[in-house]
């Protein structure tokens, strides 16, 4: 979208400025587009901004931002796209992803954010289209957008990055080197226009031709020098990163030799274009087939045999209950993440790249966040063994349960430091931020309610309350959940920091609670 209204604006300023077309046909022709995406866009885009502005990415910093930012030297990964390693599903490349900022290891991660790489074939015939062609608009347009894509890529490295972090919008990008996606498009659509060009030259367009793949040439000879390899990596893998200036050199000078008898005539302007294609083609694959390679076979990446899933699956409504599947202390991962969406187990880990700002209670242990996190399965150590194991968690809370003592705080941080104090009783206590509006009797005890219904969007629950007192959840607080007390709305309170609690009358009640999200209604 981004790109589609840098090009929109390009194209209507310079329509004006030239006096050119029909700039009101054109501008119903391109907003139209924009409006339709919009439209069909905001059921996504709204929930999606809710859920941002609750998430722990609502404030970034700026070196926040700025991470997976391109240094200057990879740039060159344009001519040479593993030079400085790769990684694979395997964990087998021959060449390890190995590069370092301020002296340290970049994450294994930062080399999907940052590699790129659009081919020999698309550079050579990119340049050679702007050096015949550099007064056309759409071909300034895209090597502006190409240059500039490049730039931001280097984020931290470089100044623009900053100038763009501090624009309205634009303070929630991250990870710069994103934004090679530019100089991606850019170059293949130049590179495409300039194979059109080649094929109509004649041979005073040979110099400029032979500049185009001199620059690719040059590039992958300061390759070989071992420039930009030999303080990043072990002696013994120095060899193989510069063995990539070999292959970038052979395409450059294969491509150049194609086009060159195309100019003279030499080879028909559909032998030539086959084989170009053939090269660029070869070239995209064979620098992709180990990252895209796996021995693995994805449909069994998230197997889990059928005992295992069976007794971990929950059994709404009366059976509902979640799993620990990792440990920090040792580091430890019995399960896939995630794999509690495929199975349907209800897990209290997984990858979330919007996760909540508030997730987690935050008491004094693992333990007891499990408790109260209704884990009933949890991963521990065989003392014996020192290895891992799941056990049957005695002391979780149930999914809801009702407590007639509370504490109202002035903030979050109150609560925090309250909790995780040590000795907070959370299935007899209850943690505020604001007033319940009811009062409490720390001596009454209530029993256990029942849920009686359980979807992924709605609950329902009978409660039998000894006096007044809140119903609490072992559920995340998230706004758009709307509560029903005998069918009256009530509010839901944050409780316990990250959870929810609901205010209910003496006696018995039926409490509903719904995700009813009015960003979901309006993108509707």
Known sequence: IFFLGLLFLWKIIFDIKDKKGNIAKFLIAGLLPFVIAAGLFQIQYLQTAELAELSQRAEMTYEASAEGSLQFKQLFTAFAPDLFGEVTPDGDAELQFNIKDDGEAVPHYYYWETAFYFGIAAIIFGLFTVFTNYRDRIVQFLLGISILGALYALGDNFFIHKIFYNLPLFEGFRNPGRMMLFPIIGFSLLGGMGIDKLLKSDKKDMKLFAVSAAIPVAACLAILS????????????????????????????????????????????????????????IDLITSGMDFNQSSRNPEKSYELDQQTAEAFQANPPNDIFRVNTRMYNPRYMAMNRNIGMVERIMLVEGYNPLVLQKVTPPLEDAES??????????LAINPNTQSPYFK?????????????????????????????????????YAALEQDPGISKDPAAI????????YTSNSFKIKVDASEEGLLCLSEIYYPAWKAYVNGEEKDILRANYALRAVPVPKGESTVELKFQSSSFTAGM
């Not at 071992?226 to 893998?237: K, Y």
């Open 392 to 428: 049957a968690n005695e002391d979780m809370l149930p999914r809801a349960w009702v407590v007639h003592d509370f504490k109202v705080f002035g903030s979050d941080e109150e609560v925090k430091s309250e909790m995780s104090a040590g000795g907070f009783d959370i299935s007899k």
């Open 446 to 453: 209530s029993p256990v309610p029942q849920i009686t219904e």
């Open 226 to 281: 071992g420039l930009f390899t030999s303080n990043e990596l072990p002696a013994e893998m120095a060899s193989l990163a510069k063995s990539q200036g070999y292959s970038g050199a052979f395409i450059a000078f294969g491509v150049f030799s194609i086009g060159m008898l195309a100019i003279y005539k030499k080879l028909n302007w559909s032998s030539a274009a086959l084989i170009i294609l053939v090269i660029a083609s």
């Open 369 to 378: 966040i499990h408790d109260a996190l209704n884990v009933k399965y949890e």
